[in-house]
């Protein structure tokens, strides 16, 4: 599809977020023109299209943060856009079960959590866990998420592109953003006029911000997450069962997630990748990336910064099948380490860090001015909070135009 000369609005990336903000854009600036740039061939190639598809209800986090807040409301209005379209959603609830004492204190934390943030949650004894999902396994207590859903990512994205291009926002497949200057911007395509730009560019989000002179001491690291996909004739599970996570990091550890079909999977991993898109193999290999990747980990690794080293070596040990259905095995009965199973797709979080603090971001992070507005960490749960988060975005490009 050919490019116009001039644009009001440029959204580079067709990922969730990017489709998302464009959306928003055009229900505020209905006679604006707006384009959208992705590299791909088709909408969401990567951390959109590849995620576990769980729309996460939102008692992880503390009150204060974006996530807090986002999640809950995305929860809400990911699960009715879904009923609205009749787009197959797995309304199956999470159990968060305690797998030792120790844990029962991190257990109560997010009880507490998700009752400040007004998500729907439970506290269960272990036989009062076992009513919903007969196979779990909890050390006396669990907690229950009855909002906890799941979707096929790739449902979402497609129905999104939909709505994008019924709404006449010009979505540009196959089409890179490659530099600009002076209100100009030069792409795969050729060059437009455009008069506000959104960087929604996910792994590479921090280069393009910084060629607009944001993201300074910010850099993205890629973690590469893998799934294993259980082959059970018998007796699967009803929901998602979650242990007790680490709430030092962003990742909930191996956990089993019921998928919008009924199937189930273990995962997912969260081990360094070696360039930005190391999906498999040496494919989209990227020496430069590789260089400044191990740079940026080295720092932290050697400092163990976040917990970076023992995160490391832990997740090292996901690359072994047997490792991952170790750990899913104390979640569930039925599950061993001889359980039929093979790996999924795999995909790549694109996570910020702060090199001058030597630490991960924790929450979302985005800059602008009145020219350009840059999303720089989306982490999970980004794509359960991808509607709310747009609004938030455009509040933002409102108050800085």
């Known amino acids: 599809m050919e490019l116009p000369r001039q644009t009001d609005f440029l959204i580079i990336g067709a ?30 190639r990567h951390a959109s299209g590849r995620n576990s598809g769980v729309l996460h209800a939102g008692f992880y986090y503390t009150a204060d943060s974006l996530k807090a807040r986002l999640t809950r409301l995305g929860n809400r209005e990911l699960t009715e856009y879904c009923l609205e379209r009749e787009i197959p959603i797995n309304r199956c609830g999470k159990l968060v079960v305690a797998r030792n004492e120790g844990e029962l204190g991190t257990l109560q934390e997010l009880v507490r959590r998700g009752r400040h943030n007004q998500v ?19 050390f006396t207590q669990a907690l229950y998420s009855p909002t906890t859903a799941t979707v096929n990512p790739v449902d979402i994205m497609r129905a999104l592109a939909h709505e994008v291009q019924a709404a006449g926002i010009l979505l540009a ?38 060629r607009f002179g944001f993201a300074e001491g910010l850099v993205i690291l890629p973690f590469k997450g893998l799934y294993l996909h259980l082959h059970e004739a018998n007796t699967p599970l009803r929901c998602c069962v979650y242990p007790v996570p680490d709430l030092k990091n962003p990742f909930l550890g191996v956990h089993l997630t019921v998928t919008a079909d009924g199937r189930s999977t273990i995962g997912p991993t969260a081990m360094p990748a070696f360039w930005r898109e190391n999906y498999r193999g040496l494919e989209n290999f990227r020496p430069d990336e590789l260089l400044r990747i191990l740079v940026t980990g080295m720092g932290l690794f050697i400092t163990n910064a976040s917990g970076f080293r023992d995160l490391a070596f832990e997740e090292l040990k996901k690359a072994r099948k047997r490792y991952l259905l170790a750990c899913a095995g104390e979640l569930a009965d039925g599950i061993s380490e001889e359980s039929p199973c093979q790996w ?35 982490v999970s749960p980004a794509f359960t909070c991808a509607l709310p988060f747009s609004r938030l975005v455009v509040d933002e490009i409102e108050r800085l135009k």
Not at 120 to 138: H, S, Y
Not at 186 to 201: E, F, K
Not at 351 to 373: I, K, P, W
């Open 15 to 44: 990922g969730i977020i990017g489709l998302a903000i464009a959306l928003e854009l055009k229900k505020r600036f209905p006679d604006s023109r707006i384009v959208i740039l992705e590299k791909e061939d088709q909408c969401g």
């Open 120 to 138: 729907p949650i439970e506290l269960l004894n272990d036989r009062e866990a076992r009513e919903i999902e007969p196979r779990v396994k909890t």
């Open 344 to 378: 999924g797709m795999a995909g790549i979080r694109a996570q910020l860090v702060d090199t001058r603090a030597r630490s991960l971001v924790m929450d979302f992070r985005y800059e602008g001015d009145d020219r350009s507005f840059h999303v720089l960490n989306a």
């Open 173 to 210: 497949t196959s089409t890179p953003f490659v530099r600009h200057a002076q209100g100009t911007a030069w792409t795969g395509q050729g060059r437009l006029d455009a008069g506000y730009i959104v960087n929604a560019a996910g792994l590479y989000a921090d280069r393009i911000a910084r």
